[in-house]
């Protein structure tokens, strides 16, 4: 096993996980410096390219976002986001990750789903690819709004089943999305292997968000996006500042020209 995950599977119960998204080199780099695990979530469909949904995510569109962070990050996990219709089956999967990793030399991958995609977690991990759960909201299966899980009987007796199976199957995380706080705290302290949480509380071993969130670059109003720093503010200073000495022949003084 990967040092790197090694260690991220020890930080449980120690010490919380850092998780955020990048979909290129530049944000990459700033994150490394204070994250342990960097995801190119297909979340960049919507975040990126207004896809209404991350079902239109191609295997090659994460790769080349995938190569652009790989050349960002020097110590934190970095692991690809399984775009949707890409792991159907067996084969299919194997060939995808083999891909995935070979082009852009992620450490791993994350998959969404729990019992009714065992079969193909455990034929990644016994073939060797690192492999990271993702259960409660599936955005690759969900139409309209998103609404929380863990709610009735038969979806907290479900969501433990898909949780402890993706242990048992070798997967070294667990994503835990929009999951009750109390399910969330059962479903950590039934594991041992990490949970990751969004919007899941504060139980989970670890928290992610998509960092354009986080920064303010976009306009999301789920309920557990924080607004951190509003980076829109910054770059508009900045832009206007620009066009202002451009227009008044500030910019480039001598010092800044050939
Ligand atoms: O696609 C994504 O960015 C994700 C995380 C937010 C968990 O799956």
Redesign the pocket.
């Known amino acids: 096993m990967l040092s790197k995950i090694r260690n991220i599977i020890s930080k449980k119960k120690k010490s919380k996980i850092i998780c955020l998204?990048a979909y290129s080199k530049n944000i990459a780099e700033e994150l490394d410096k204070y994250t342990d695990l960097i995801?190119v979530?297909?979340?960049l469909g919507s975040v990126l390219y207004n896809y209404k949904s991350?079902r239109n995510v191609t295997l090659e569109v994460i790769i080349e976002h995938a190569k652009s962070v790989r050349l960002g990050i020097k110590k934190s996990l970095m692991i690809v986001?399984m775009p949707y219709k890409t792991y159907r089956n067996k084969k299919e999967a194997l060939k995808n990750c083999k891909k995935i990793i070979k082009e852009t030399k992620c450490d791993g991958v994350?998959l969404e789903g729990g019992v009714k995609i065992k079969n193909i977690v455990n034929h990644l991990i016994i073939n060797k690819i690192p492999v990271m759960g993702?259960i409660g909201i599936l955005?690759q299966l969900v139409r309209g709004k998103f609404k929380s899980k863990g709610k009735s009987e038969k979806e907290k007796k479900q969501l433990m089943k898909d949780a402890v199976i993706l242990e048992k199957m070798g997967c070294f995380g667990i994503?835990l999305?929009c999951i009750e706080k109390n399910l969330s705290n059962k479903i950590t302290k039934a594991i041992k292997i990490p949970t990751i949480g969004?919007g899941s509380s504060n139980c989970c071993d670890g928290q992610?968000?998509?960092t354009d969130d986080l920064l303010g670059l976009t306009n999301s109003k789920i309920k557990f996006v924080k607004k951190y720093v509003d980076l829109k503010k910054h770059i508009r200073k900045g832009v206007k500042k620009f066009k202002s000495e451009v227009i008044n022949k500030k910019y480039p003084t001598k010092s800044y020209s050939y």
Request: negative net charge; aromatic residues 0%.
């Open positions: 998204t995801l979530g297909d979340s991350t986001d994350k993702h955005p994503v999305e969004i992610i968000l998509v």
